[in-house]
């Protein structure tokens, strides 16, 4: 019992120490909800002028669009032929440039007056298109190069890999012209895009390409028809050494033997270069094709953009700052 230590009882300090931190809790939460007592007050008294200074933006941003013209815009989705994605942002930058310092010369040629041209743009831009590909479609294209590998020395390997690379750099593109009037700027539109879709050069290109379309056709036809001989040839011949065998089953030499399967892979791919040279012709009629030729839309803007909210709150929190310095003005004179 010697032992035993007495327990020690708390001290005044630490009752004071925790009466205090209660009473600082105490007028914390006070101060807080005289805060939010404040802010009510100060918007119960000026209920009306706010009311008043949100009516008032409304009505300023209502005046404001009856005055200024709303623009319109027309996007045409287009796919660059005959690698001319170059000819396509420079041509775009010449209509650009040729519509702001508004060269009479130059529209004279599409019979476009200068003074239809106001509130006139034009810009394109690339549609970036996510390729997402399954396992199944990688897996075809590693087979489809095993295939080809095995006939690497012939000469249209070349050709249906320059035609299998050019079609996955092609980017469709956008060209947007936004304008004010709803009647002239899409006949504007529709001559600009004449012009734009009409070069000489690409013209010859066109030819060229239409040409090497129908010939690869022709060639690949041809080499159907001689996949489609060796199959039969070799299936007739298995069928004589069965035959001759009399048991059933067939022993071909190795040099005897032919990938049946990748034949017809080959042949597979053949029929759809076909299918997508046939494509291409109907589809490249111009320098570029037209995928999609948008009507007329107008311009949206996001939400904070529009002039019914900005104005409003422009003055609102216009007020309550002006409300906030006076109230600093007011202290500041109480403490000199």
């Known amino acids: 019992m010697a032992d035993q230590t007495p ?6 300090s630490d009752e004071i120490d925790l009466g205090q931190l209660l009473e600082l809790i105490n007028k914390g939460i006070k101060s807080f909800g005289n805060f939010f007592l404040r802010i009510f007050i100060y918007l119960r008294r000026n209920a009306l002028k706010l009311l008043g ?6 009505g300023i941003s209502f005046g404001l669009n009856q005055i200024i013209s709303k623009k319109l815009k027309t996007d045409v989705i287009v796919r660059p032929n005959f690698e001319s994605k170059n000819y396509l942002y420079d041509v775009v930058e010449e209509l650009a440039s040729n519509i ?10 599409f019979d476009i007056a200068t003074e239809d041209l106001e509130g006139f743009t034009i810009e394109a831009a690339a549609i970036e298109e996510e390729d997402v590909k399954t396992e199944e479609v990688v897996l075809n294209e590693m087979k489809y190069l095993e295939v080809l590998e095995n006939f690497k020395d012939e000469s249209f390997v070349i050709d249906i890999l320059r035609s299998e ?9 956008k060209i947007t012209f936004t304008y004010k009037d709803p009647t002239k700027g899409p006949a504007i539109v529709k001559k600009l895009m004449n012009y734009i879709n009409t070069n000489e050069y690409f013209d010859e290109l066109k030819t060229v390409y239409a040409d090497n379309a ?5 060639k690949n036809t041809l080499l159907i028809d001689q996949i489609d001989e060796l199959v039969d040839n070799y299936s007739k011949a298995l069928l004589t050494e069965k035959q001759k065998s009399g048991t059933g089953v067939v022993y071909m030499e190795k040099e005897n033997t032919l990938n049946v399967p990748s034949l017809l892979t080959l042949k597979d791919k053949l029929l759809k270069e076909i299918e997508d040279k046939r494509l291409e012709v109907a589809q490249q009629t111009g320098v570029l094709s ?4 948008g009507k007329t839309q107008e311009v949206t803007k996001s939400f904070f953009n529009q ?4 104005i409003p709150t422009i003055l609102v929190v216009g007020f ?3 409300s906030f310095f006076k109230y600093l003005e007011r202290k500041a004179k109480e403490i000199e």
């Open 165 to 173: 690379l050019s079609e996955k750099s092609v980017v469709n593109h």
């Open 7 to 12: 327990q020690k009882s708390p001290t005044a």
């Open 290 to 293: 037209i995928l999609n030729f």
């Open 53 to 58: 200074l949100i009516l008032l933006g409304v």
């Open 214 to 218: 129908k010939s690869r056709i022709e």
């Open 307 to 310: 002039t019914y909210f900005l």
């Open 320 to 322: 309550v700052l002006l």
């Open 100 to 109: 702001k310092s508004r060269n009479q010369v130059f529209f004279q040629e």
